[in-house]
């Protein structure tokens, strides 16, 4: 049988069994956002909806998201354990989709200006742990059909530190729906003192060494890990390394344990193929395809024009959207830029991002030096990021550490060849310029090891070259906007887990 007539026939089997998934995450986009946990959070869904899945999103009701939404129906009121107030569910659509999103509304812990974790000025809001605490107890709620919305899932899928008490209280219930717990990133765990813990009048059951308990402290991301059925991360790699010392965050133990009781995989997030499209990018002035690349040179002029650079189709363009902190490499990123500027490299940077002040601080004074080489705005730009996409030659995304990473299969689509460290997501979506692979036509970007200035600045070297030989350049672009990341893939690799959790319960 040919594979395209075996992978339809997976399809329609998986399709054929309809399965209700709450899916809850306290960042969806457009509604709120951060970052990529957004993303996924609204692409995820979408996708396994579009597989006739019967799935919900919930999420906090935040001042921002209601605002956006307007008026949204009220579906249940619940009282839960710990808090004097009733809590509502409101009902809402996810814009552009019939995907449902619950929204669990509490005035006091999410009607305020700010971010959904900092305030105004960039500080973690003081009652972070209320506040999640009371959104994962209104998700046990709903999951166990307490709010009485009768409609029970069969999984219950959780997403990072703030949904992390869920697995943890629902392994407290029976019957109960199977958990997945799935890893965006490591480096945030929702740890809060034992007073803490106390105060939320939290089941004394969970504060042991195998449950929340996190030398002396409560870890929210460890109720994930112990107690959900399955955990996943977003990429395979990521997978492997969160069970080592470097990336583990002191629960590499606990992690490499629950690996080898096959409890823990790790599926590659896919991207939105509609919204990240060259040929209908609303964003940008000049649409492209492998069929016509031409116009990518012109969103490369307007970018230049938009950030005040001399405009030069020769000139090798990098560009960076991310936030500003040290995983992203955004150090490594301005020192060996700074390098290849000293030494009069025909070369420029445009970066787009916010966050620490000292890396703020650094782009400034790399700007001042070689105002004509460098652009940066600081902030939050949806509409920006797609024309740096479009726009430059090759993207920078040196992470230290990157569970999967958004931007590089951005890059890979618009036929901008990224430039990433060895690790997580960024390891499996991208293949090295070498020369084997080049030949092969496998090469889609560049890779380089150890997280180091010197390593940066080699492979930039490397680009440089290859960038002064057009057809070379152009066929590894070529390759790259083939690459398929479309959901489809991850979506059905999620539906398939779930399968066997249900099986299995
Ligand atoms: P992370 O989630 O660690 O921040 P990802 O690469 O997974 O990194 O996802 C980041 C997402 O946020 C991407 O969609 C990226 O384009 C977007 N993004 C990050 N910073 C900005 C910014 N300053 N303006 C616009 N989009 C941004």
């Given at each position: 049988m040919p594979l395209s007539v075996y992978n339809w026939v997976i399809v329609q089997f998986w399709e054929s069994i309809v399965r209700k998934i709450l899916f809850a995450s306290s960042e969806v986009h457009p509604l709120i956002k951060t970052g990529g946990l957004a993303d996924v959070s609204a692409s995820l869904p979408l996708a396994l909806s579009q597989m006739q899945q019967d799935i919900r999103i919930i999420m906090p009701a935040y001042r921002a998201t209601l605002q956006q939404l307007g008026e949204c129906p009220l579906i249940a009121t619940v009282k839960l354990e710990g808090y004097h107030q009733p809590v509502h569910i409101l009902q809402a659509q996810l814009p552009d989709s019939d995907v449902a999103v619950l929204l669990v509304d509490s005035p006091e812990h999410f009607?305020?200006?700010?971010?959904p974790y900092c305030d105004t000025q960039g500080g973690d809001w003081a009652d972070n742990a209320a506040r999640f605490a009371l959104f994962c107890r209104a998700v046990v709620a709903v999951a166990t059909n307490q709010a009485g919305l009768d409609w029970q899932p069969d999984v219950v899928h959780c997403n990072d530190?703030?949904?992390?008490l869920i697995p943890a209280l629902l392994s407290l219930e029976r019957p109960r729906p199977a958990t997945v717990f799935t890893i965006h990133n490591m480096a945030y765990q929702g740890l809060f003192s034992r007073e803490v813990f106390e105060m939320l009048d939290l089941p004394e059951a969970l504060w042991q060494i195998e449950g929340i308990e996190f030398y002396g402290m409560m870890s929210f991301m460890k109720g994930g890990l112990v107690y959900a059925d399955h955990i996943t991360s977003v990429s395979p790699t990521y997978a492997q390394e969160i069970c080592h010392y470097e990336y583990g965050y002191g629960l590499e133990g606990l992690l490499a344990l629950r690996s080898e009781q096959s409890r823990l995989s790790g599926i590659v997030n896919g991207i939105d193929t509609q919204e990240w499209?060259?040929?209908?990018?609303?964003?940008?002035?000049h649409h492209y395809s492998i069929k016509n690349l031409r116009p990518k040179s012109l969103n490369k002029k307007a970018l230049q024009q938009h950030f005040f650079l001399p405009e030069s189709a020769e000139t090798l363009m990098f560009g960076m959207i991310s936030r500003l902190v040290s995983q992203k490499g955004v150090d490594l990123t301005i020192d060996a830029i700074h390098r290849l500027l000293a030494e009069g490299k025909d070369i420029q940077l445009v970066c787009l991002g916010s966050g620490e002040a000292g890396f703020e601080q650094d782009l400034r004074v790399l700007r001042a030096r070689f105002p004509d080489r460098v652009g940066i705005q600081f902030g939050y730009d949806e509409a920006l990021a797609h024309k740096i996409e479009a726009g430059v030659d090759a993207f920078l995304m040196p992470s230290r550490?990157?569970?999967?990473?958004l931007n590089q299969m951005y890059s890979l689509r618009y036929g901008t060849l990224p430039v990433v460290r060895n690790t997580g997501g960024l390891a499996d979506t991208v293949v090295d310029a070498s020369e084997e692979n080049r030949k092969q036509m496998l090469a889609t970007g560049f890779k380089f090891t150890k997280p180091t200035v010197e390593d940066l600045y080699d492979t930039l070297l490397t680009v440089n070259e290859l960038f002064s030989h057009p057809r070379l350049w152009r066929r590894m672009m070529l390759t790259a906007m083939v690459q398929d990341f479309s959901w489809i893939n991850s979506a059905q690799a999620y539906l398939h887990l779930y399968q066997q959790l249900v099986d299995n319960s």
């Open positions: 009607d305020r200006d700010g971010g530190w703030q949904t992390g499209n060259p040929q209908t990018d609303k964003f940008i002035g550490f990157e569970p999967c990473g």
